[in-house]
């Protein structure tokens, strides 16, 4: 049957070939290498990356568990940041299983359910993985940690840990571990194998993406995706209303890191590098239409990634006193935002 | 064989279509293929969902931006400085949580996470207004989870039981019935409850849906089935809070809500416990686990305007290989075993007094907005305003063949129970009973073609 195809195939190309005007053949492009290299190099790396830096948080808590001193203290608070790097150059590509298995409400809610947290701490339940499991997603995942570990105002110290508050961490930072561990398999190709959508698109029987090119479309709106959310959301909401309080990792002052890593999210899929790996991404497609194009979005990149970072001081500190600043760096993220959108999203559509 | 034949006709078709580039004359096109009218967007990924209306404004788009922010807002325990109001009894967290990527919900894996369902309650009798009578002590919807400290209403549980149907050539298919059940109720579960499980729908066209005016539904409708075809269409009155009034019933599985902002309202109240302008009072009021608070209400008219205005203001994918033979013959059989009796394909909206995105539009939803009677097998047997226990709003199709892409799965119906597209025309019953008959006779070449049409849309 296969060879019945094949021959139909070359046929069919043939008559193809034969039957148009010379000057109106586009040689169709083949996008395998960039899906195969984002898919696996990419995406498929930094679940892994998560998946490794949520266990050396689960150790780290363990260890101050254990023994409740500064260096132990310093060691889970540097995990938790360490973890936090892969979460956020993730979210450039938030969909498939991290949405469809309900992962992200266990891994990134926000807010932190401050009451019923500290009911939980207040009651005799017994604070294993299984029971945080349960919870609500307000009640475990990265924020409730970072609420945990840093302090509302950064000031934390060991002495003002409670016994209950060490087993709540770990048991959450073991239950973290958990969600990452079904993103992870739930992309891996030796598990559940999502991964294969991608680098199988456009074949038949793939159920999501008819074409290559929808499945470089939604690699594509997901980088815009997660411009969007920083410029309008995470940098607009607490600096346009003036509340700290609306800022997404206050307690551990590393929105601008989160931030800046949102914005790595995009470069990594955009020129297809991820850490010491690295292949073709959305650039090479864009370059091969326009150069100018491909040049501008890399610069544009650098230069949201370089505004975030020099926001002087904390974020909650620059919004009330550097506001030229973030607006600055807002500035950057939206031009990157309105390139995307405006004339590269033309450009793949348009495949 | 015959699909080799097809493969050859397909690429041959493609070879031909990608000559005519040069011609002048434009292509023809089928006149549905732009689903939403102006607001469709296009793309098959699993973001499709999630795009704003092509034909918004600069203003427009930042609004939608800003109204995305609070669709996805998840919501706590009072006194939380951030986002409180939460429960004390509730289904979901966020409207996000139930709407996952905007989608339809699956039918949950297990009881213990039920990500897009829930069960309404009544007893018996309707209220003032026509509306379902709450269950003392639960009130109409079954709370499944509550904030520490309270205890859920009640958690749900079922059984499934297969029930083979046959095709006229003989090929049998299976599907799955669900009869759920009503576990640990926090206080005596009384008698004579009636059940209704609800699965969360997708949340694009809503805004065009509002828009068509009540003249163009109220035409379709045949209550009495005056014109003999076995179909009647019956529209839903009910009862709109803010303007006091019964007015045409639109949303909800059995269009129990007269506009998109009321039913935001309603979900707010009922599926996250936050109360706000339109119910201003917790859905446990009356009961023994009321919080006391009076914190009321826990969102302002800015919030749910903007809530609204997001589902408002989402794009229509347009359809997809409309122009596959196999889906053009699916289409005519489509018509002639008269699903689009009732799946009404085609509407122009009426002008929206606020958005004129939404106005003037020419539109293919596949709906009737009416009600019909399904059948005993799909019937809850719980009213909804003048719906009966057997009848069911017929649901829009335009992004059904895009569930699976956005949402993982390919539950559908108002409890998840079919597994597959053809699963769901297999339990159409009451007035679709003819229909369905038609498709169990038609050949497996037909129904497939069918369903390819269902799946382009």
Known sequence: MTNTILKISTLCTLLFLTACDKSTIEQPEDYQPILTNLGTNVILKTYEDLFNQTEILVQTL????????????????????????????????????????????????????????????????????????????????????????????????????????????TACAESLHGATQSLYYSWNPSQQNFIRNILQAGQSGNSIYPSQKSALEELLIGLITIADEVANGKINDPLSQQNASLEESRFSANSKQDFADNIRSIQNVYIGEYGTTQGPGLSVVIASKSSTLDTKVNAEILAAINAIESIPGTFTHAIFNETSSVIEAQNKVRNLQLTLESEVLPIISNL | MHTTKLYVGILLMAAFASCQKNDSAPPVIDEDVNLGGGTSISGTFINSFQQPAANLNTQ???????????????????????????????????????????????????????????????????????????????????????????????????????????????????????????????????????????????????????????????????????????ISGKAN??????????????????????????????AYNDDMGITNPYFPKESCTGQAQHDGQTDDPEIDESTLLAATFYAQSLGVPRRRNWDNPEVMMGKQLFSKIACADCHHPGFITGPHPEFDFLSFQIIYPYTDMLLHDMGADLADNRPDFLATGNEWRTPPLWGIGLVETVGGHSNFLHDGRARSLEEAILWHGGEAENSREEFKKLNKQDRLALIRFLESL
């Open chain 1, 62 to 169: 363990s260890a101050l568990e254990s023994n409740p001193n500064d260096v132990n203290l310093e060691s889970a608070r540097q995990a938790w940041r360490d973890a936090r790097r892969p979460w956020e150059q993730s979210e450039g590509f938030l969909f498939g299983p991290v949405d469809q298995q309900g992962l992200d409400p266990a891994i990134d809610s926000w807010p932190v359910n401050q009451p019923d947290l500290e009911a939980v701490l207040n009651s005799p339940n017994t604070l294993t993985k299984e029971y945080i499991d349960g919870l609500d997603g307000t009640l475990k995942g990265f924020h409730t940690i970072e609420y945990l570990i840093f302090g509302t105002n950064s000031s934390k110290l060991v002495s003002d840990f409670t016994t209950r508050q060490f087993e709540y961490l």
């Open chain 2, 60 to 230: 427009q788009l930042d609004l939608h931006r800003a109204a995305d922010v609070a669709f996805g807002d998840i919501f706590v325990t009072a006194p939380n400085e951030i986002n409180p109001g939460l429960g004390p009894v509730f289904n979901q967290n966020s409207c996000e949580n139930c709407h996952v990527a905007n989608g339809k919900s699956p039918f949950p894996a297990n009881s213990g996470e039920l990500r897009g369902l829930l069960m309404r309650l009544s007893v018996p009798g309707s209220g003032i207004h026509g509306e379902p009578v709450p269950v003392p002590g639960f009130g109409g919807q079954l709370q499944t989870r509550a904030v520490f400290g309270k205890s859920p209403e009640g958690t749900l549980s079922w059984q499934t039981v297969e029930q083979i149907v046959q095709y006229l050539d003989g090929e049998e298919v299976s599907l799955r019935k669900i009869n759920f059940s009503i576990d640990n109720p926090y206080e005596t579960w009384p008698a004579n409850v009636l059940l209704s499980p609800r699965i969360a729908p997708a949340v694009i066209g809503l805004g065009l849906l509002e828009a068509i005016d009540p003249s163009d539904i109220l035409a379709l409708a045949d209550e009495s089935d005056l014109n003999g075809d076995g």
């Open chain 2, 237 to 266: 009155m009910v009862w709109n809070v803010e303007q006091n009034q019964s007015q045409l019933g639109r949303f909800g599985w059995k269009a129990g809500q007269p506009t998109l902002k009321q039913q935001s309202a309603a």
